[in-house]
């Protein structure tokens, strides 16, 4: 149970941070996250990517899936299934979206992609560590995305500087990242299991 509290200490504590930030910093800060993305071997080397699609006081990176898409890949992102707790990977374009619930972009319900067909996984979150960790919203929905079967993508967080900690608590399940890109670096992780 200490775990849980931990991560409601830091889930409270970051939010707290991330809500002082004005917009302007969003937006810079998402333009160089980007553009530090691009320059990822294991996402220039892509057909496909799954990119989240942001909304307020998180990293914006529709401009990666642009990119993407403008060089021939294929982008999806995911499309939430909110009774179920699950994520499917959907085929997205620019304007191609639609909120549904919590102020959460989706893409319109199309074709699925199958997980073992995505090669990096774009993940938001509200910290990370050098050790892989993630801190997510606290559904778990990209958790159980990521645990699927089949799934061998190279997982990829995005954060501002400031949302990368020491250590974020973690526990069994919690899936982690191979590395964290921030508008000054990118950050190549020691990935440790969950609950470690």
């Known amino acids: 149970m200490e775990v849980r509290e931990a991560k409601r200490a830091a889930r409270s504590a970051m939010r707290a941070m991330m809500a002082?930030?004005?917009?302007?910093?969003?937006?810079?800060?998402?333009?160089?996250?980007?553009?530090?993305?691009?320059?990822?071997?294991?996402?220039?080397?892509?057909?496909?990517?799954?990119?989240y699609l942001g909304s307020q006081k998180e990293l914006v990176v529709d401009e990666l899936g642009a990119r993407v898409l403008a060089r021939g890949g294929r982008v999806v992102a995911p499309r939430v299934?909110?009774?179920?707790?699950?994520?499917?990977?959907?085929?997205?374009?620019?304007?191609?979206?639609?909120?549904?619930?919590?102020?959460?972009?989706?893409?319109?319900?199309?074709?699925?992609?199958?997980?073992?067909?995505?090669?990096?996984?774009?993940?938001?979150g509200l910290a990370f560590d050098r050790g892989g960790g993630r801190l997510g919203r606290g559904g778990g929905f990209y958790d159980r995305f990521l645990g699927r079967p089949g799934l061998r993508?190279?997982?990829?967080?995005v954060a501002l500087d400031e949302q990368v900690l020491g250590v974020v608590p973690r526990e069994s399940g919690d899936v982690g990242v191979r590395a964290v890109v921030t508008p000054t670096r990118t950050i190549r992780c020691s990935v440790r299991d969950g609950g470690g």
């Open 153 to 157: 993508a190279s997982v990829v967080g």
């Open 20 to 51: 002082e930030i004005p917009a302007g910093v969003w937006e810079a800060s998402s333009a160089r996250v980007v553009e530090r993305l691009a320059g990822l071997a294991e996402v220039s080397g892509a057909g496909v990517v799954m990119i």
């Open 81 to 124: 299934d909110w009774e179920g707790g699950g994520m499917r990977a959907v085929a997205w374009r620019p304007g191609e979206e639609e909120v549904r619930r919590h102020g959460v972009r989706e893409p319109l319900e199309g074709a699925e992609v199958e997980v073992e067909r995505v090669e990096v996984v774009v993940v938001p």
